[in-house]
């Protein structure tokens, strides 16, 4: 069963703080991995998509690695901000055929002032 | 770009009667989405289209759901008889196929 999962499921962080959140995927076979950021009672915000063929993405304070034969994928938070408190979900689109996303539970994130 | 447009944003009924939720794609994309929401089960896939053809239906619930996409720009989520366990937030989300997906801001749905 192709699974994604999130841990830890919530972080609270002093702000200035660099930080990592972190994904895994049960199957290698990946096309792409998307992180998103939801802020409370909000919809999705695109963060990051990096490609199966790409090690990172980069993106401001924000650094997204991939790393298929292991099965991670993490997301880097440069001079965390309060404003950068939200859920981060991470979702992969396996190969074949469909265009689905599998979205991982999501790491509540808190930068405390 | 307006990004991805939907309505109503709130919705609140009664238990029978039928809702329907609209969503507008961002223009060009060729894939669109309807994703549900709740604390107990997260996010959920309920079915996409690519080229306004349905390809995945198999996250829709039960027969009370139903979705069309009659053009690129427009698609319809319709829950008829609706039930109180139906609350959630309904998003739309539309991509080109195979890319970054948009979300958006997501209807919430009460139904008493």
């Known amino acids: 069963k192709q699974e994604v999962t999130q841990i830890p499921a919530a972080l609270s962080v002093p702000e200035g703080e660099n930080l990592v959140l972190n994904c895994s995927f049960t199957?290698?076979?990946?096309?792409?991995l998307q992180w998103f950021r939801q802020d409370p009672g909000k919809g999705l915000t695109s963060l990051l998509l990096i490609q199966s063929s790409q090690r990172e993405q980069t993106s401001g304070r924000l650094n997204a690695s991939l790393d298929k034969s292991s099965g991670r994928s993490t997301l880097y938070i440069a001079a965390s901000q309060p404003g950068d408190s939200a859920t981060y979900l991470c979702a992969v689109r396996y190969g074949g055929a469909t265009n689905k996303l599998i979205f991982g539970t999501g790491t509540l994130l808190a930068v405390q002032p | 770009d307006a990004g991805v447009i939907q309505s109503p944003r709130h919705e609140v009924t009664e238990m029978g009667q039928e809702v329907t939720l609209r969503c507008k794609p961002i223009?060009?994309?060729?894939?669109l989405f309807w994703y549900r929401q709740t604390m107990m089960r997260g996010l959920e896939l309920l079915i996409y289209?690519?080229?306004?053809?349905?390809?995945?239906d198999s996250g829709m619930p039960e027969d009370r759901f139903s979705a069309k996409m009659p053009n690129a720009s427009f698609s319809t989520l319709k829950i008829q008889p609706s039930e109180p366990r139906d609350s959630a937030v309904y998003f739309c989300a539309s991509s080109l196929v195979y890319n970054e997906q948009f979300f958006g801001p997501g209807t919430r749905l009460t139904v008493l």
């Open positions: 223009s060009g994309h060729n894939s």
């Open positions: 289209f690519n080229n306004n053809v349905p390809i995945d």
């Open positions: 199957d290698s076979a990946i096309y792409n």
